[in-house]
């Protein structure tokens, strides 16, 4: 059996950082800083603690659709650059 270690919060603080702003994967984080995949999901759900505000959802629906649109054009022109060569 593994002997537990204490992870500093300014190591759990950087290790969930750079999963939510720079996204990189728990299991990079995992193996880069020693510390188990399931430790790291516990951070992240104990972090989860209220559902979005309404503003908040509309906010990501907006750019969900934008994002759509734009796999669209981006679909149309791939596939009109396929259909030239």
Known sequence: MKKAHKISKEVK????????NE???VYRAAEEHGVSTGT??????????????WTQ??????ENKMLLELVGELTMKLS???KKN
Request: proline share 3%.
């Open 23 to 25: 996204g990189i994967s």
């Open 80 to 82: 009109s650059t396929k």
């Open 57 to 62: 959802l509309n906010k990501v629906k907006k």
């Open 13 to 20: 603080d950087q290790i969930l950082e750079r999963i939510k």
């Open 40 to 53: 790291i999901y516990n951070w992240l759900s104990k972090g989860v603690s209220a559902q979005p505000t």
